[in-house]
């Protein structure tokens, strides 16, 4: 396993929507290494865009901090549902070191991917789980926090960002 690099906004492949990924061999090495890199970040979700692979990939572990390791791995994942509930609350991510922004998501999905051994599944997702899984998909359909900003916001946020100060 190995700790792969991590882009940084505004590298254009984050901005790429993804190709599905297949599970085979060299989609399970890529996301070990996908986890070591995440918790060497230390983060909690970590796409395939992220370190340059542009499939329909990603890892998390949202427990692992709290000492609890329970990692995943995703492919092709799809949002079936989502809950009318929506909470807005602080999201960083590892593409934007540094900067952390309100982002509002709904507080509950319904999601189904496909496990790194071919085998479809399903699961109802609430909280934390949930939207560490949304911020990912993000990443796989091409879009990073700032996207989700009203347009003023963004720009200042940006501008900061590139500016290499805090907002």
């Given at each position: ?35 070591e ?34 990692p ?9 549902s ?37 085998d ?8 934390f ?7 990912e ?31």
């Amino acid at each position: 396993m190995a700790v792969l690099p991590i882009l940084r906004w505004p590298d254009p492949r984050l901005a790429t929507p993804c190709a599905p990924a297949t599970p085979d061999a060299a989609t399970r090495a890529l996301a070990q290494d996908m986890l070591e890199t995440m918790y060497a970040a230390p983060g909690r979700g970590l796409a395939a865009p992220q370190v340059g692979a542009l499939i329909r990939l990603f890892v998390m572990d949202v427990t692992w901090k709290e000492g609890t390791h329970a990692p995943r791995i995703l492919l092709n994942p799809e949002i079936l549902s989502a809950s009318a509930t929506t909470a807005t609350g602080p999201e960083g991510c590892l593409s934007i070191p540094g900067l952390t922004t309100d982002i509002t998501r709904p507080t509950g999905i319904h999601l189904r991917w496909t496990d790194p051994h071919g085998d479809r599944r399903e699961e109802t997702l609430t909280g934390f789980a949930a939207i560490c899984a949304q911020h990912e998909i993000d990443h796989l359909d091409g879009r990073v926090t700032f996207d989700r900003l009203p347009p003023d916001r963004r720009a200042a946020l940006e501008a900061a960002y590139l500016a290499g100060r805090p907002a």
